[in-house]
């Protein structure tokens, strides 16, 4: 329990993973300067706690070690104890991720480094629990045997220090290869997938299962491009189940973090949103690729939750939303039978509850329940004798009910933070959205969260990493930028202002200064001017988000066909070959940048429209080119009367024909004929 009469250093920071720990009575530091010189000058051994607000774990490891007076006791008179929030600084995170992998052989949060003063790591793991339990060694019992070893045994932690230093280093920056960049990559990649399916539950490989959002994306390119109706099959599988479990909101809409089983039935109920961000973007393309309305319905849902629960009044999109409410995780979501027949009455509630998984017994913790769909409802109807439309009915009345009902409990805590790059994935989606589901709520939020980023985080040539509290702060990372970019871009072609493709441009040649290894190829995670760690890291593979460098492929190979900037696309490729050996080796490592090999590799259809923008034939023609499933593609605009008028390469001589909207379909640097006819540009995108 919190005791308010302790205070230390994190009450003066603005992250909400911080600031919960701000009455701890460890003495806690934030990341700086004033730590570092301390463990310097008292030669203490550093313990370097990292965590995030909606990490549940996170919160069991605070109330049981860092609350407790015997523990901070410990930490106080034998470490410097520093405390950083990973989605303020995932460099660092980064570093003692691969670190604490090396070390203990898994990953995950909270974790708990041990480190010189001149920050080499020794020691390290993930969750410890107060004694000793469950195979792992007891935190208190942990800092003493840490503490003796490094009075008495310094010389062998320094030698153990080296050793990982210097597999962190041979890790972090990979060499540039030769190789012809090839199709084989990705086929090992779809072949590997195709081995790892769950045909039973969906998705890839054993619990716990991470909704496969890179995957996914990578398996649709691939079905469009050679036609193999497996893949399609894998992904609409997929879909499905993971939106028909518990891993999804069925009240509210929205994904939790994961499932903890093989069958997307219980999650860790924290709604992150980067997840929502990327599984927008699946569920849009499969529902531009098959037309079902179930994935528009899920896009929707989702989008709708975000700008409900994770968007800032001023703009902006929020970080994160908690697992736990009232000390419990999950406590928000779950229900009983009893609360639903006492919402819904017990004779619709046996139904609402039947449908939903709902029982005594209970699926989840303390006979509770997180509800999900076992079956489809008119196979649910034929099994019940209940008529499908008083089903639907039943089910939409029992939600909204629901829903309403579930407001009135004790929220979980929100991570109001605003990231820079998560913002630039949710812009990219929201734009995508809303120019393919013709939602303009969704379109002019995006802009608005554009504006407030480009005002609030961005002074023209450098981005603050995270806002709160009306301050920026910390200086970005590579993803900042590059998820930026494509969320620009993605804003432009669905609303043709050329603010957002000139910003796009800007950020463009700013990420290039900044990041690129120009000797090598490829990017470095943190900038050149960017406090020195250990190491400095070219992120490479995917993990929960993209890597900064397979956004900034797709992104580069995108803003050089609409821009004509050559440049943008020669430091994609040289991006690509400095992978090339993981592509090749370890392709699952890098499904975001097998997405932009696919681009690359493919023939990339360059669309402009011309003409009057406000006017029905060029809405119609919208309509039709955002109808049509073609990934590999970008869309300009060329304005009838020059008021939008842009002086980029793909307009040259692309005119309207008699004042009609007018698609010109050009690749392979060879156009078709200018038309006019919707469905003739139709037949000819598909």
Request: aromatic letters at 12%; glycine letters at 6%.
């Given at each position: 329990m919190v005791n308010d009469k302790f205070s230390n250093r994190l009450s003066s920071e603005t992250s909400p993973y911080?600031?919960?720990?701000?009455?701890?009575?460890?003495?806690?530091?934030?990341?700086?300067?004033?730590?570092?010189?301390?463990?310097k000058s008292e030669d203490k051994p550093i313990f370097l706690s990292i965590g995030y607000s909606a990490c549940h774990w996170c919160h069991v490891m605070e109330h049981e070690s860092f609350e407790d007076n015997e523990v901070a006791n410990i930490l106080n008179a034998n470490f410097i104890s520093i405390k950083v929030d990973r989605e303020e600084r995932p460099d660092i995170d980064s570093i003692y991720m691969d670190a604490v992998?090396?070390?203990?052989?898994?990953?995950?949060?909270?974790?708990?480094?041990?480190?010189?003063?001149?920050?080499?790591?020794?020691?390290?793991?993930?969750?410890?629990?107060?004694?000793?339990?469950?195979?792992?060694?007891?935190?208190?019992?942990?800092?003493?045997?840490?503490?003796?070893?490094?009075?008495?045994?310094?010389?062998?932690?320094?030698?153990n220090a080296l050793k990982i230093v210097e597999s962190l280093q041979d890790y972090s920056e990979p060499q540039s290869s030769?190789?012809?960049?090839?199709?084989?990559?990705?086929?090992?990649?779809?072949?590997?997938?195709?081995?790892?399916?769950?045909?039973?539950?969906?998705?890839?490989?054993?619990?716990?299962?991470?909704?496969?959002?890179?995957?996914?994306?990578?398996?649709l390119r691939v079905w469009k491009r050679n036609g193999d109706k497996e893949l399609l099959e894998i992904v609409e599988f997929t879909l499905q189940r993971m939106a028909l479990g518990g891993m999804y909101d069925q009240l509210g809409g929205g994904f939790h973090r994961y499932s903890v089983d093989e069958y997307w039935l219980i999650p860790h109920f924290e709604k992150m949103l980067y997840d929502n961000a990327l599984l927008v973007q699946v569920y849009i393309e499969a529902f531009q690729a098959?037309?079902?309305?179930?994935?528009?319905?899920?896009?929707?849902?989702?989008?709708?939750?975000?700008?409900?629960?994770?968007?800032?009044?001023?703009?902006?999109?929020?970080?994160?939303?908690?697992?736990?409410?009232?000390?419990?995780e999950g406590k928000f979501f779950a229900w009983t039978p009893s609360e639903i027949y006492e919402v819904l009455g017990e004779k619709e509630g046996k139904i609402f509850a039947s449908f939903y998984g709902v029982t005594e017994k209970g699926n989840f913790e303390k006979g509770t329940n997180a509800l999900?769909?076992?079956?489809?409802?008119?196979?649910?109807?034929?099994?019940?004798?209940?008529?499908?439309?008083?089903?639907?009915?039943?089910?939409?009345?029992?939600?909204?009910?629901?829903?309403?009902?579930?407001?009135?409990?004790?929220?979980?805590?929100?991570?109001?933070?605003?990231?820079?790059?998560?913002?630039?994935?949710?812009?990219?989606?929201?734009?995508?959205?809303?120019?393919?589901?013709?939602?303009?709520?969704?379109?002019?939020?995006?802009?608005?969260?554009?504006?407030?980023i480009l005002d609030k985080m961005w002074n023209g040539e450098r981005f603050v990493r995270s806002y709160r509290l009306e301050s920026g702060k910390l200086n970005a990372y590579l993803d900042d930028y590059a998820f930026m970019i494509q969320g620009l871009t993605e804003l432009y072609e669905s609303t043709f202002n050329s603010r957002w493709l000139d910003a796009a441009v800007d950020i463009a040649h700013q990420m290039s200064k900044l990041f690129e290894d120009n000797e090598s190829g490829g990017f470095f995670f943190t900038s050149k001017d960017?406090?020195?760690?250990?190491?400095?890291?070219?992120?490479?593979?995917?993990?929960?988000?993209?890597?900064?460098?397979?956004?900034?492929?797709?992104?580069?190979?995108r803003l050089s066909r609409i821009s004509g900037e050559g440049g943008f696309e020669k430091m994609a490729e040289k991006t690509m070959k400095v992978f090339s050996h993981i592509l090749d080796s370890a392709p699952a490592a890098l499904h975001m940048m097998l997405v932009g090999l696919d681009f690359y590799l493919d023939t990339p259809m360059e669309i402009v429209l011309s003409g009057d923008l406000e006017s029905e034939d060029s809405k119609e023609m919208l309509n039709v080119i955002h109808s049509v499933y073609l990934p590999n593609k970008v869309l300009a605009f060329n304005s009838i009367d020059g008021s939008?008028?842009?002086?980029?390469?793909?307009?040259?001589?692309?005119?309207?024909?008699?004042?009609?909207?007018?698609?010109?379909?050009?690749?392979?640097?060879?156009?078709?004929?200018?038309?006019?006819?919707?469905?003739?540009?139709?037949?000819?995108?598909?």
């Amino acid at each position: 329990m919190v005791n308010d009469k302790f205070s230390n250093r994190l009450s003066s920071e603005t992250s909400p993973y911080l600031l919960q720990h701000k009455n701890n009575p460890v003495d806690w530091y934030p990341w700086g300067e004033a730590a570092l010189a301390r463990a310097k000058s008292e030669d203490k051994p550093i313990f370097l706690s990292i965590g995030y607000s909606a990490c549940h774990w996170c919160h069991v490891m605070e109330h049981e070690s860092f609350e407790d007076n015997e523990v901070a006791n410990i930490l106080n008179a034998n470490f410097i104890s520093i405390k950083v929030d990973r989605e303020e600084r995932p460099d660092i995170d980064s570093i003692y991720m691969d670190a604490v992998q090396m070390i203990s052989g898994q990953g995950g949060w909270p974790m708990s480094m041990f480190l010189f003063p001149d920050l080499r790591p020794f020691y390290g793991g993930t969750y410890f629990p107060p004694e000793d339990r469950w195979g792992r060694p007891g935190f208190k019992s942990l800092l003493v045997r840490i503490v003796e070893m490094y009075k008495k045994d310094k010389d062998n932690l320094h030698t153990n220090a080296l050793k990982i230093v210097e597999s962190l280093q041979d890790y972090s920056e990979p060499q540039s290869s030769d190789g012809v960049l090839s199709q084989n990559y990705i086929m090992n990649a779809v072949s590997s997938l195709k081995e790892r399916f769950d045909s039973t539950w969906g998705g890839f490989g054993e619990k716990p299962k991470f909704p496969p959002s890179m995957a996914l994306m990578l398996l649709l390119r691939v079905w469009k491009r050679n036609g193999d109706k497996e893949l399609l099959e894998i992904v609409e599988f997929t879909l499905q189940r993971m939106a028909l479990g518990g891993m999804y909101d069925q009240l509210g809409g929205g994904f939790h973090r994961y499932s903890v089983d093989e069958y997307w039935l219980i999650p860790h109920f924290e709604k992150m949103l980067y997840d929502n961000a990327l599984l927008v973007q699946v569920y849009i393309e499969a529902f531009q690729a098959t037309k079902n309305e179930f994935y528009k319905s899920i896009a929707t849902e989702t989008l709708d939750y975000v700008l409900r629960e994770m968007s800032s009044p001023e703009g902006g999109f929020y970080a994160a939303q908690d697992a736990d409410s009232e000390g419990e995780e999950g406590k928000f979501f779950a229900w009983t039978p009893s609360e639903i027949y006492e919402v819904l009455g017990e004779k619709e509630g046996k139904i609402f509850a039947s449908f939903y998984g709902v029982t005594e017994k209970g699926n989840f913790e303390k006979g509770t329940n997180a509800l999900f769909i076992q079956k489809p409802p008119k196979k649910f109807c034929e099994d019940n004798n209940i008529e499908y439309e008083k089903l639907l009915f039943l089910l939409q009345n029992g939600k909204e009910k629901l829903f309403l009902h579930r407001e009135k409990r004790i929220k979980p805590g929100l991570d109001d933070k605003i990231l820079t790059s998560w913002n630039g994935l949710m812009i990219g989606s929201m734009a995508k959205a809303g120019r393919i589901l013709n939602n303009q709520n969704y379109l002019d939020f995006a802009e608005k969260s554009a504006d407030f980023i480009l005002d609030k985080m961005w002074n023209g040539e450098r981005f603050v990493r995270s806002y709160r509290l009306e301050s920026g702060k910390l200086n970005a990372y590579l993803d900042d930028y590059a998820f930026m970019i494509q969320g620009l871009t993605e804003l432009y072609e669905s609303t043709f202002n050329s603010r957002w493709l000139d910003a796009a441009v800007d950020i463009a040649h700013q990420m290039s200064k900044l990041f690129e290894d120009n000797e090598s190829g490829g990017f470095f995670f943190t900038s050149k001017d960017h406090e020195k760690l250990i190491v400095r890291k070219k992120m490479s593979q995917d993990g929960a988000i993209p890597s900064g460098n397979s956004i900034a492929v797709l992104s580069l190979l995108r803003l050089s066909r609409i821009s004509g900037e050559g440049g943008f696309e020669k430091m994609a490729e040289k991006t690509m070959k400095v992978f090339s050996h993981i592509l090749d080796s370890a392709p699952a490592a890098l499904h975001m940048m097998l997405v932009g090999l696919d681009f690359y590799l493919d023939t990339p259809m360059e669309i402009v429209l011309s003409g009057d923008l406000e006017s029905e034939d060029s809405k119609e023609m919208l309509n039709v080119i955002h109808s049509v499933y073609l990934p590999n593609k970008v869309l300009a605009f060329n304005s009838i009367d020059g008021s939008k008028k842009l002086s980029l390469p793909i307009l040259k001589d692309k005119s309207p024909i008699d004042n009609n909207a007018t698609v010109f379909l050009c690749e392979n640097y060879a156009c078709k004929l200018p038309m006019v006819d919707p469905e003739v540009v139709r037949k000819s995108l598909e």
